[in-house]
């Protein structure tokens, strides 16, 4: 079966703009979670779903950062008014059920560059 | 603060030797512990993983892992590396303590010589 998909694979953006970044989980996925990876690092989380719901967004570095999974399947995070601290590859991965022992499945990533 | 650690940002080792990648970890209970691989353009990979019971664990591409409590570490080995071996190497931990999210090392990258 298909994997965890994002889209776009790349997003190069100017300072200031707004971006929207999608997640579409493995089907029947009841757990979808966002990291952000910056260059050098690895991934730190930023906030996961169960469901429609957020169950923890305490990842979120601002309320620039917004995250929505309306229907339980895809994800979008939004990021407003740029700036090139953001600059970074987005991970998101989905796991069966929401509990750490859940294997967690990961897309391959969206690389965002801020100018 | 919970913590993971991988002490070596870079490990250079030839095709055919043996391999062995550090990680240490800061946490109050059991930890749920987790070896992932990223190669270029691709996803997180997981290879390996640790909840209970045996301490020496086997995972996917002939890596195996041994959690030592005592010394706060699951330390990813491989007897014999391959040249498609080489990629970044994740350890990550996960728990009670995290909720349900993962706490991620900076990663270690593995080359091999032929």
């Known amino acids: 079966g298909a994997g965890v998909s994002q889209t776009p694979s790349n997003k190069v953006t100017e300072k200031g703009k707004y971006v929207e970044l999608r997640c579409d989980p493995i089907?029947?996925?009841?757990?979808l979670y966002w990291y952000r990876q910056s260059l050098g690092q690895g991934p730190e989380f930023l906030i996961y779903?169960?469901?429609?719901?957020?169950?923890?967004d305490s990842g979120l570095p601002n309320d620039r950062f917004f995250a929505v999974r309306p229907e339980g399947s895809v994800s979008t995070l939004k990021i407003q008014r740029t700036e090139r601290g953001d600059s970074a590859v987005y991970l998101c991965?989905?796991?069966?059920?929401?509990?750490?022992?859940?294997?967690?499945?990961f897309g391959p990533g969206t690389r965002l560059t801020v100018l | 603060a919970q913590s993971v650690t991988q002490p070596d940002i870079h490990i250079t080792v030839s095709e055919g030797a043996s391999l062995e990648l550090r990680c240490n970890y800061s946490?109050?209970?059991?930890?749920?512990l987790f070896w992932y691989v990223q190669s270029p353009g691709q996803g997180l990979q997981l290879l390996l993983k640790?909840?209970?019971?045996?301490?020496l664990v086997q995972g996917i591409k002939g890596f195996e892992a041994e959690f030592k409590r005592s010394q706060s570490s699951f330390n990813l080995r491989k007897p014999s590396v391959h040249w498609s071996d080489a990629a970044e190497y994740f350890c990550?931990?996960?728990?009670?303590?995290?909720?349900?999210?993962?706490?991620f090392g900076a990663g270690t990258i593995l080359r091999v010589k032929s």
């Open positions: 779903f169960q469901g429609t719901g957020a169950a923890d």
């Open positions: 089907s029947g996925h009841t757990a």
């Open positions: 991965a989905s796991s069966l059920l929401l509990a750490s022992y859940n294997e967690q499945f």
């Open positions: 946490y109050g209970a059991t930890p749920y």
């Open positions: 640790y909840f209970s019971g045996d301490t």
């Open positions: 990550a931990v996960g728990g009670m303590e995290y909720g349900n999210k993962l706490v």
